[in-house]
């Protein structure tokens, strides 16, 4: 089954500090994987995807067929990046639905 | 404001109310997407439209959720002799294109059954 886990509810860490929100994925076809963010009070949003592979607010991250895992880094957190970031999987074919996983909280503290 | 819409913002109702959300996506959007998102959850999908046809709804968590998009622009989502199990947030999502395009989310409805 697809399934797609992110193993801590919450990462705390301070300002200049770097980064790694962990995903890891079940899919038995080819993936595409998207990271998504939700700043407090706001609506969720696409930070980015794999298939982009750019850089959005310094964050990247890399499809690791290998180890099933697309994690989201960053060299030097910012105050500002304090929010919930949920790891998603699109489901095959032209259906394009999202499988979330249960969310990081990332705080980063001053 | 030309993104994804959703009313009410917040609903509270009694164990067995008939309840009704709302979602408008962006106007020259095909695909319409609901899910549901529940405490410490990530959101989970429930139906998807492509224009005005229902293309998926076994995900639906039961038979008394439904869910219509009839002209192909706005859709609803009822839920019928809600239970307390359904206090969550629904939320709407809409894409351009089919398959796997970005998805722009509305503010989602909280719902509360009492």
């Known amino acids: 089954a697809q399934r797609v886990t992110q193993p801590e509810k919450l990462l705390s860490v301070f300002k200049g500090a770097p980064v790694e929100l962990k995903c890891n994925y079940s899919y038995s076809g080819s993936p595409e994987l998207f990271w998504y963010v939700q700043y407090s009070r706001q609506r969720l949003q696409l930070l980015l995807r794999h298939i982009s592979r750019e850089s959005i607010k310094g964050f990247t991250a890399d499809l690791n067929k290998g180890e099933t895992s697309f994690h989201l880094k960053k060299p030097f957190a910012q105050e500002e990046d304090s929010a919930m970031y949920y790891c998603a999987l699109s489901e095959g074919g032209s259906q394009g639905n999202l499988i979330f996983g249960k969310g990081t909280k990332l705080s980063v503290k001053p | 404001d030309t993104g994804v819409s959703q009313d009410p913002r917040h609903k509270i109702t009694k164990r067995g109310q008939n309840v009704t959300f709302r979602c408008d996506p962006i106007?020259?959007?095909?695909?319409l997407y609901w899910y549901r998102q529940t405490l410490g959850q990530g959101p989970e999908f429930l139906t998807y439209f492509q224009n005005e046809a229902q293309l998926e709804k076994s995900r639906l968590l039961s038979d008394r959720f439904s869910a219509e998009r009839p002209k192909g622009s706005f859709s609803t989502l009822e839920i019928q002799r809600t239970e307390q199990g359904d206090s969550a947030m629904y939320l709407c999502a809409s894409s351009l294109a089919p398959g796997r395009d970005e998805q722009f989310f509305g503010p989602g409805t909280r719902l509360t059954v009492l």
């Open positions: 106007s020259e959007h095909n695909r």
